[in-house]
């Protein structure tokens, strides 16, 4: 039986292959089918001759045929001549198997590996042909036998693999919870816990907070559950007179809030923080003060508060002068953060305006619903996509089905990106395997797909086939 040499297609129709393949002690150990501009089908081939031995009499023909049904085209032939079949077609050439255009050798004149090339014109019968490589030996008195064929090219050309991409449908929520954060500088008069609206930047800081809540309640689809609210001072004053500030300045913030929404009792909880060192560690971590480090490891140091903020007062005197003028004043902060529930969308209309007015409203699967609903690998099928993964960053299921959608469009670099973040899935793995593929770089590929198959992943068994033929040839074509 004939054994077939997988491979396929390239941009201009190319094959090759990198596996050796014996036909009857000659080793075919590379080739190439390439169909170029100029409508000229070359051929290349390896042939290693090393293990082969040829008797006085025998001669050996080696011949490229191209077929196509009952159309084949044979091409240059390689013979090889024992010495007593030389001498006698050198008197009877009229009788030689080969042809002055051939290659023709003499066992002494044989090389390890034969370069063979040779191109002709592609006619149109030739689409979809198979490439066949003959082996004839001759022997004397003219007798000859076809000795072993071999098929190097199934098919020529052959669709380049295009690996199938698998979205996955996200898992519904039954309850689509949301919140919204933020940060107010509220400013308060020395030693004061009392909100003065007007007072300095108060204006400001206090609409952050209120303009976030009008977002989610003036939101016919959105009920709000609940308000957060923790409050921060600075370490520049004594840590028990800190926790006063830090706690009557909340209060004050959630009555402010309470007098404008007249939420219910307990409906806005509290929390405070004496003194932000969390907040002063990543300041000082981000600066290029000269003690930096020093800084650092006395702020990570197990010392009581007052004790850290003496030391470093103490030790690095322009240093604390710029944080009490540069930090300090924003670790006196209000946290904030509304938790609240959006209804659910069922309709791809109802989803569809969602998306145009507040897509954070929508949940993955819903994306995915309105998805169905447009042409796969359309500017708004990828788009919603980008949207899906900008709502939902963190996401697995919106990363991968962003990866496909970004190979769908051809950027890779954004579909490795997404990829990075999508998780130890069994389709993230056959995803990352796809994305080789459209890289070329089909050792990878087929690594990540043989990872999927194992991981039961249907479609990954058919890609091991596949970009099996795509690896011979890139193997062979950019060494």
Same mark, same amino acid.
Request: glycine share 4%; hydrophobic share 35%.
């Given at each position: 039986?004939?054994?077939?040499?997988?491979?396929?297609?390239?941009?201009?129709?190319?094959?090759?292959?990198?596996?050796?393949?014996?036909?009857?002690?000659?080793?075919?150990?590379?080739?190439?089918?390439?169909?170029?501009?100029?409508?000229?089908?070359?051929?290349?081939?390896?042939?290693?001759?090393?293990?082969?031995?040829?008797?006085?009499?025998?001669?050996?023909?080696?011949?490229?045929?191209?077929?196509?049904?009952?159309?084949?085209?044979?091409?240059?032939?390689?013979?090889?001549?024992?010495?007593?079949?030389?001498?006698?077609?050198?008197?009877?050439?009229?009788?030689?198997?080969?042809?002055?255009?051939?290659?023709?050798?003499?066992?002494?004149?044989?090389?390890?590996?034969?370069? *063979?090339?040779?191109?002709?014109? $592609?006619?149109?019968?030739? =689409?979809?042909?198979?490439?066949?490589?003959?082996?004839?030996?001759?022997?004397?008195?003219?007798?000859?036998?076809?000795?072993?064929?071999?098929?190097?090219?199934?098919? $020529?050309?052959?669709?380049?693999?295009?690996?199938?991409? @698998?979205?996955?449908?996200?898992?519904?929520?039954?309850?689509?919870?949301?919140?919204?954060?933020?940060s107010a500088y509220i400013d308060f008069p020395v030693n004061k816990t009392a909100?003065?609206?007007?007072?300095?930047?108060?204006?400001?800081?206090?609409?952050?907070?209120?303009?976030?809540?009008?977002?989610?309640?003036?939101?016919? =689809?959105?009920?709000?559950?609940?308000?957060?609210?923790?409050?921060?001072?600075?370490?520049?004053?004594? *840590?028990?007179?800190?926790?006063?500030?830090?706690?009557?300045?909340?209060?004050?913030?959630?009555?402010?809030?309470?007098?404008?929404?007249?939420?219910?009792?307990? $409906?806005i909880k509290t929390d405070y923080e004496p003194e932000d060192w969390a907040g002063?560690?990543? &300041?000082?971590?981000?600066?290029?003060?000269?003690?930096?480090?020093?800084?650092?490891?006395?702020?990570?140091? #197990?010392?009581?508060? =007052?004790?850290?903020?003496?030391?470093?007062?103490?030790?690095?005197?322009?240093?604390?002068?710029?944080?009490?003028?540069?930090? &300090?004043?924003?670790?006196?902060?209000?946290?904030?953060?509304?938790?609240?529930?959006?209804?659910?969308?069922?309709?791809?209309?109802?989803?569809?305006?969602?998306?145009?007015?507040?897509?954070?409203?929508?949940?993955?699967?819903?994306?995915?619903?309105?998805?169905?609903?447009?042409?796969?690998?359309? =500017?708004?099928?990828?788009?919603?996509?980008?949207?899906?993964?900008?709502? &939902?960053?963190?996401?697995?299921?919106?990363?991968?089905?962003?990866?496909?959608?970004? @190979?769908?469009?051809?950027?890779?670099?954004?579909?490795?990106? &997404?990829? #990075?973040?999508?998780?130890?899935?069994?389709?993230?793995?056959?995803?990352?395997?796809?994305?080789?593929?459209?890289?070329?770089?089909?050792?990878?590929?087929?690594?990540?797909?043989?990872?999927?198959?194992?991981?039961?992943?249907?479609?990954?068994?058919?890609?091991?086939?596949?970009?099996?033929?795509?690896?011979?040839? @890139?193997?062979?074509?950019?060494?």
């Open positions: 039986m004939k054994r077939t040499l997988l491979l396929a297609v390239l941009l201009l129709g190319s094959f090759g292959a990198c596996l050796a393949q014996n036909i009857k002690d000659v080793t075919i150990k590379d080739f190439k089918l390439e169909l170029n501009g100029d409508k000229r089908l070359s051929v290349d081939i390896e042939i290693d001759l090393s293990e082969l031995k040829v008797k006085p009499a025998q001669v050996v023909v080696l011949t490229p045929v191209i077929v196509k049904g009952n159309d084949s085209l044979a091409l240059k032939s390689v013979g090889v001549y024992g010495r007593n079949r030389r001498i006698f077609y050198e008197r009877n050439a009229e009788n030689r198997p080969t042809l002055d255009r051939d290659i023709n050798l003499a066992p002494s004149e044989l090389k390890d590996v034969v370069e *063979y090339s040779t191109d002709v014109r $592609f006619l149109e019968w030739m =689409d979809g042909c198979r490439l066949e490589l003959i082996r004839t030996d001759y022997g004397c008195c003219g007798t000859y036998a076809k000795v072993a064929e071999e098929e190097l090219v199934e098919r $020529f050309p052959l669709q380049r693999f295009v690996p199938e991409l @698998i979205y996955i449908r996200p898992q519904h929520e039954v309850v689509k919870s949301r919140e919204l954060s933020g909100i003065y609206p007007n007072y300095r930047n108060n204006v400001a800081e206090l609409n952050k907070i209120i303009g976030t809540i009008d977002s989610v309640k003036l939101d016919k =689809d959105v009920t709000i559950k609940s308000i957060f609210i923790k409050g921060y001072a600075s370490p520049e004053s004594p *840590y028990s007179h800190n926790t006063y500030l830090a706690k009557g300045r909340t209060e004050a913030l959630k009555e402010y809030v309470e007098g404008l929404y007249h939420f219910g009792e307990g $409906f002063l560690e990543r &300041y000082v971590e981000a600066s290029s003060l000269p003690h930096k480090n020093e800084i650092l490891e006395a702020i990570r140091s #197990d010392r009581e508060p =007052d004790n850290k903020e003496w030391f470093i007062k103490s030790n690095w005197k322009e240093e604390y002068r710029h944080l009490l003028e540069n930090c &300090y004043p924003a670790l006196r902060h209000s946290d904030y953060t509304i938790e609240y529930e959006v209804r659910s969308y069922v309709e791809p209309e109802d989803i569809e305006k969602v998306l145009r007015t507040a897509p954070q409203n929508l949940s993955l699967e819903e994306f995915y619903i309105l998805a169905q609903t447009y042409e796969s690998g359309s =500017d708004a099928f990828n788009e919603l996509f980008e949207t899906a993964v900008r709502m &939902y960053p963190n996401d697995p299921v919106a990363n991968l089905n962003a990866a496909n959608s970004a @190979i769908q469009r051809n950027d890779y670099r954004s579909a490795a990106r &997404y990829l #990075d973040k999508a998780g130890d899935m069994p389709e993230a793995e056959y995803t990352r395997g796809v994305l080789e593929v459209y890289l070329e770089n089909y050792d990878k590929a087929k690594s990540h797909f043989e990872k999927a198959h194992k991981l039961g992943v249907p479609q990954a068994e058919g890609a091991i086939v596949e970009v099996s033929k795509n690896r011979n040839i @890139i193997t062979m074509t950019k060494r």
